[in-house]
């Protein structure tokens, strides 16, 4: 489990990087899967500064997707050179890198059941994208390991109203109450769940957010907007 001590340090982390890189180092993690890749800037300095790890697998599809409806699903030339830029980032640690380049449905079998110490969630953040990313990366994941995840934003509204909204936050709420597990709210919008029996408690060290219910969500939206 997270102890407090532990938890008052990642409150203090200045970037996401930092924050993973001494949770990672802390633990002696030794295998991870990134879901979301994109240019292997995040993938990059974990791999620099977390000597445990020995198996990394990087899971992004790198090509425009017909049924993605966010700012970052660009053209296919532009996922190619992101996908070479990945490549060339995480070069030095070949050895230890798994690429898997599709979907996560379409790939994710290829990492064995609870073979995971983290897995860490950065990818398609609808309601249908997390759904499914944490519904299949769960039985990936040791039984007292973690699932991890950017973009858990108080609110669903991060792009502009023709765009789906991102709902991180609440669904991966309702997700670790589904499982039972613990979930902890972090700085910089990550969010880290413990897939253990300890029984579910979200806790919140960053008053952000109040209230996960879709709801709420789509008041404080109104609201805001009706203020501007």
Known sequence: ??????????????????????????????????????????????????????????????????????????????????????MTRTQPWESARVVLRGRTTEVIQSIPDESLDLAYVDADHTLRGI????????????????????????????????????????????????MDASLFALPHNQFLMQKSESGFNFVDRTGQYPDATLRSALVRSVSRESTD
């Not at 991870?32 to 990394?56: H, K, S, W």
């Not at 509204?157 to 991966?172: G, I, M, N």
């Open 131 to 178: 759904s499914i990313d944490l519904m299949r990366v769960w039985p990936k994941v040791k039984w007292g390991g973690f699932i991890g995840g950017d973009d858990f934003c108080p609110s669903i509204w991060q792009h502009d109203e023709k765009f789906e909204p991102t709902l991180v936050y609440p669904y991966a709420v309702h997700f670790a109450e589904a």
């Open 1 to 86: 489990m997270i102890d407090d001590e532990e938890l008052t340090g990642m409150l203090g982390a200045p970037t996401r990087e930092a924050l993973w890189i001494e949770f990672i180092r802390r633990h002696r993690f030794e295998s991870l899967a990134e879901l979301g890749v994109a240019r292997g800037v995040f993938a990059e300095a974990l791999l620099q500064n977390c000597p445990d790890i020995t198996r990394y697998y990087l899971i992004d599809p790198w090509k425009h997707l017909e049924d993605w409806n966010k700012p970052a699903n660009k053209a296919s030339d532009a996922f190619e050179l992101a996908f070479g830029e990945a």
